[in-house]
């Protein structure tokens, strides 16, 4: 779980942020000079570190630089298991594919009132998907504030990201590539947190598998491909993973469904790679399942059709 704030330009961050800047920096085995020098003085430093001081923005990532972390990593060192919000998303999204609208009901009324408006934000989330599953025709069923909290958000963080996976599937075609970009981007920048959440690879993987799977539904074959390549490339700078890997030779082969030249060895090579699947996560193995046999039914009145 992580949380990052987007601080506008030139703000402040704040105060509290010092003493775990300083718990870092003691870890390294950084002195106080190499640090402050030419950013601070050594007298606001020290209060900084004390939790006496808050800090521009610009300052503070200065100072990040300074002992070689990145924000993102030292938001979720900072945060840890501490702040919710990002358990609280996928508690709304776990009732909702459990078909639980008691647990949304409750969700939203625990956060309708916080003094934190992400929680507030959550609320709605968790009574809009309330009321779709008890399919009341009186509330108000639209996604327009999700889509408008996603359009506000400039440079995503994790919480959009899984945010926008949970969603996908009803995001307008337009929409979705553009956060599509916004979710790459934040994973292609994001090295620092690849080495301390665990959870970066699950999520990686999914944003690809549903964005691609979608894709091709709407019989985008073209959007498909640089959406894999674009994949291979950034796999490759992050890191190693296996599901990874395997989730980019499922989803390569699945875009080789639509080939009639390729079908026959797409169809082989998917078999496999499912098996495997049951081995290394038995929830991609279901997914993986269900995607293939949508695919090649998809895929088999196109290639009769090309060959009358």
């Not at 949304?104 to 998907?129: G, Y």
């Amino acid at each position: 779980m992580i949380w990052v704030i987007n601080y506008p330009k030139n703000t402040e961050v704040h105060q509290l942020i010092g003493l775990t800047f300083r718990k870092i920096r003691m870890q390294k085995n950084i002195s106080q000079k190499e640090v402050y020098t030419g950013i601070v003085s050594r007298s606001f430093f020290q209060k900084f570190e004390k939790g006496l001081h808050s800090i521009s923005v610009e300052k503070f990532q200065e100072l990040l630089n300074r002992i070689n972390v990145s924000y993102d990593e030292f938001m979720y060192k900072h945060h840890g298991k501490l702040f919710t919000t990002d358990d609280f998303l996928v508690t709304i999204f776990n009732a909702y594919w459990n078909q639980d609208p008691h647990s949304l009901t409750n969700l939203h009324n625990k956060l309708r009132f916080s003094s934190n408006q992400t929680e507030v934000f959550l609320s709605r989330v968790a009574l809009l998907f309330k009321l779709i599953l008890s399919k009341e025709s009186d509330g108000d069923l639209s996604f327009d504030f999700i889509f408008n909290y996603l359009d506000r958000i400039s440079s995503w963080t994790f919480f959009e990201t899984k945010l926008f996976n949970n969603i996908m599937s009803i995001v307008p075609s337009k929409k979705r590539n553009q956060y599509f970009k916004k979710a790459q981007f934040f994973f292609d920048n994001s090295k620092g947190l690849a080495a301390v959440n665990s959870e970066f690879a699950n999520w990686y993987s999914h944003l690809y598998v549903n964005f691609i799977h979608l894709t091709l539904e709407e019989k985008e074959l073209n959007r498909a491909k640089i959406a894999i390549e674009d994949m291979r490339i950034s796999r490759q700078n992050l890191y190693t993973s296996e599901r990874n890997e395997l989730a980019y030779l499922f989803l390569k082969n699945l875009i080789r469904l639509y080939d009639k030249e390729e079908r026959d060895q797409a169809i082989e090579a998917l078999k496999k790679i499912t098996d495997l699947s049951q081995i290394v996560n038995k929830l991609n193995n279901e997914t993986y399942s269900k995607l293939v046999t949508t695919h090649q039914e998809k895929t088999e009145p196109l290639h009769a059709k090309s060959e009358n």
